[in-house]
């Protein structure tokens, strides 16, 4: 009896360890499309691609509203797009946000950026080298996002990212980029970068890969087929929000692409 005892235990564990093993590898994938606002016809074909779960809309743009409302009929997450300052003092924009001009106007520029983008449920930031590394400047921003049920999508333009944590730190809902598809333009580098993306989904993790509304960029996705598995595993950045700390680690040796 106690033979046939182990016996049944022993199944139960290899049993219990298949089904972890099956629930892990349900990796989830995420692709958003930034820089949206200012072209229309790029914009519109970018929110249009099946791949895009998520747009990312820069702030009191010709087409802003118009794209998110876009986007939003078509059952697109819509974020904000937000310009921060960056290393290379590339101008932000409209509704930039930078600690030079101080904690009032920041968070005026973010609730007038939110009237800006309809739909919108979080935030991203545009550029941001030098912003997303300075605490005080974005535990201003958290706040307010926290005041807006928003949450927060680090876009990891620079290693030394502190956005995430102060995210985390707030209790605000975060998660971060993992893969950057496009910042070279050529189809080679896409399949190179969209490759490496599904391996990782594949092998069970979350993958949120950022893209742009390039005529290649464009053209790629609509190349791939639907039908692939891994179109299953696409949910909007909602749905990965928080990731765990062992996640956090891995992310520390993603190659960067500064702006």
């Not at 010709?62 to 101008?91: C, D, Q, W, Y």
């Not at 102060?166 to 050529?186: K, T, Y």
């Not at 893209?211 to 053209?219: D, K, L, M, R």
Request: glycine letters at 6%; proline letters at 4%.
């Amino acid at each position: 009896m106690q033979v046939v005892k182990k016996i049944i235990v022993c199944l139960q564990t290899v049993l219990l360890s298949c089904s972890a093993v099956f629930v892990f590898g349900q990796g989830k994938l995420v692709v958003v499309m930034d820089d949206l606002g200012n072209q229309l016809g790029s914009g519109t074909s970018a929110v249009e691609l099946a791949w895009v779960s998520t747009v990312a809309v820069m702030p009191a743009r010709p087409f802003s509203k118009r794209l998110s409302e876009k986007a939003h009929s078509l059952g697109k997450e819509v974020i904000i797009h937000a310009p921060m300052s960056n290393n290379t003092n590339f101008p932000l924009g409209p509704l930039g946000l930078d600690r030079k001009e101080g904690r009032e106007v920041i968070e005026a520029n973010i609730k007038s950026a939110i009237e800006s983008v309809p739909h919108a449920v979080g935030l991203s930031n545009h550029m941001g080298s030098r912003l997303t590394q300075d605490v005080e400047a974005m535990t201003w921003i958290m706040q307010s996002l926290k005041e807006q049920n928003f949450y927060f999508f680090d876009s990891r333009t620079i290693a030394s990212t502190v956005a995430w944590k102060v995210a985390d730190d707030l209790g605000v809902p975060w998660s971060m980029r993992n893969v950057f598809l496009d910042h070279e333009q050529s189809e080679s580098f896409l399949r190179k970068q969209w490759n490496h993306a599904i391996e990782r989904v594949e092998r069970g993790e979350t993958v949120a890969v950022i893209c742009h509304p390039y005529e290649v960029t464009i053209e790629f996705f609509k190349s791939l087929d639907t039908s692939h598995e891994l179109y299953d595993a696409l949910v909007p950045l909602s749905e990965i929000l928080k990731y765990p700390a062992i996640a956090i680690l891995d992310y520390r040796n993603v190659p960067e692409q500064t702006y």
